[in-house]
């Protein structure tokens, strides 16, 4: 069986039993007199730092810059092409017939068109002081009617 089917149980289980191994050889080497080591601590597996060699490096950039190359002539040859447009002999004759519309529209403006006198300014209007309280005199006295009726 692997080590890598077992449970974490299991792991615990196996590592106590080896404790308990190491205890009892070290009793009995103490009977018989020997010096045994302790068993030696398991140590964390400490992992090799990778690098990687300037040339390498460089070789990885070339090969990475071929394919955006390739990418990109690809990307070109597929374009879309601009659809449409016109000539510019084509726009040339649009503009001028749209010229010659504008030119017989204002022609027959300026010709059915009469001159028109201006308007006479409008005279201010000034109420004397006697039509103005005369005026007052009337909504004050509406005013007062309005109220008595409510009461």
Known sequence: MSIANLTPKQL???ADLQEKIAKLQSELA??????????????????????MSPA?????????KLRWAKFNAEK?????KKKGGMSA??????????K???????????????????AAKA?????SPEARAKMAAAAKAMWAAKKAAKK
């Open 89 to 98: 002999a084509g726009r040339a004759r649009i503009v001028a017939a749209q």
């Open 123 to 127: 005279v201010k209007r000034v109420i």
């Open 100 to 118: 010659a519309r504008w030119a017989k529209i204002k022609a027959a403006k300026t010709a059915t068109k009469a001159p028109v006198k201006p």
């Open 30 to 51: 103490g009977i018989f007199g020997l010096e045994t080591k302790a068993a030696p601590a398991p140590k964390a597996a400490k992992l090799a730092k990778r690098t």
């Open 76 to 80: 070109a040859k597929t374009a879309p």
């Open 12 to 14: 615990r289980t196996a």
């Open 56 to 64: 390498h490096k460089a070789k990885i950039k070339a090969a990475q």
